[in-house]
């Protein structure tokens, strides 16, 4: 069965939803917090609006949005420039989020969070070591792995509460 | 590749590659050094940093949380231990107060009095953007250029020094901490004077390089800054030295595991060298006469 992308009256308000839940993942991110003699970061945080991408047919806004918030993230972490848009684009590519055939579930959005974090800590694994010349340790991406995945529930709920107020209610089950 | 067979499909699949291209292309082309647009950067940190302040403020209740149940298992063990310090410490500042009044009293015979500690100023910000990734490590603080901050000025903490500034936008500056793979700052021992440069290495324990005399640094040496090189003022306090698992002496900073939140940020200008300035002046002194000749 080929793979049609849901039409267009519901994908503004999900594309709407899909930007700003990235854009406070992105801010929430870059925030640091201080806890027992630990500075934890959250930099993965922002691939949860990547796997929860809304189902929508206009692709190329997608594409060009998903760039930008990249291109964002590695300038307010001040990481090497294209790093974080090449990981994104490579996870929307891959994963194809905004094609899915049913509307998204926890149990869905927590397995495919899952896929995503997984592959892209693989991916930025390898271009930490193209770009720091060393090879950079596992057990920090990990544990960042780990933290993310606690913030799933509230991303997830986030986005939740950002499709009640942004999309009708007859609309909303199907994003 | 990205949508079903048609026109709309064509042009996702050719944005698609172009995104994949740009974002490549750029990352190769920064790779390691950041130095591409460097002004859009620091402009898109000065439009970012209101909303990283604002996610910023639930977490730091957080952290007053975290930081209040730590405190407070500590509290008595500490107030312990302040105590018997305070008593060592009244003698310290007797001794200290002599010392200044010799010390006062052998510059004015001197005629040498330190005017660089004289003229040092310093700003207070907020750091709210810590970011310990295995690329970068670096921190926004929220003063800028509307605070007279400075490119290369100092950013230490009540502990130490924290890192040194990196970018200056209009309301806030990107600091490059001590750990960060491109950091290098020179540094001296306390106890021998022996001088090496402070190189980071993403992640906490940055190494010693390039020591002039590596017999003169031991484990639990007091690491400060040396002022060589004029970038930093001297005798900012950094870390001590340790040994890491392959029996390296690497520094462990002050700043390592310590909730930071409050920064002092110390404005001070690299010192120029002596044939600089001669240079200038001869060029001012040539320019001047060559006008004297026209007229």
Redesign the interface.
Known sequence: MPLHPVSQPFARGGLLVGSLLMLILIFVSVTNFNAFNTVINFIYLPLIGICTWPRTDKIVTSICIIFIFGLTLDIVSSGPLGLWALVFLINFAIFKPHMRLKALVFKTALFSWLLVVLFSSILVYFFAWFTIESLPKFLPLIFQIILSTCLFPFAYGLRHFLKKIFIDQFLRDLI | ?????SN??K??NL??IF??I???????S???S?T??LQ??SN??AI?SP??K???IP?TM??RI??AI?ERTKALSENKALRSELYELRDYQQKSRMMELKLFRLEQLLNSSNEIDKNKEQTVARS?????????R???IDVGKKNNIQKGYAVSTVDGLYGHVQRVGSKSS?VLLLSD?NSRISVMSLRSNSRAIMSGN??DFPNLIFSNNYQGWLEGDTVLTSGDGGMLPPGLEVGSVIKDAKGKLVVNLNTN?????WVLVTHYSSIKSPEFETDMKEKQTEGLSNISEVF
């Open positions: 590749m990205l949508g079903s067979n709309s499909t042009a996702s944005t698609y995104a994949l740009l974002a490549g292309g750029l990352f190769l920064d790779r390691g950041q591409i647009f859009t950067r898109i940190e970012a909303g990283i604002l996610f910023s977490i957080l952290e975290s930081n730590e709210y953007g810590e970011v310990n990734s295995p690329f970068v670096s921190s926004l990107r793979i993403n992640n595991g310590k909730a930071i939140d």
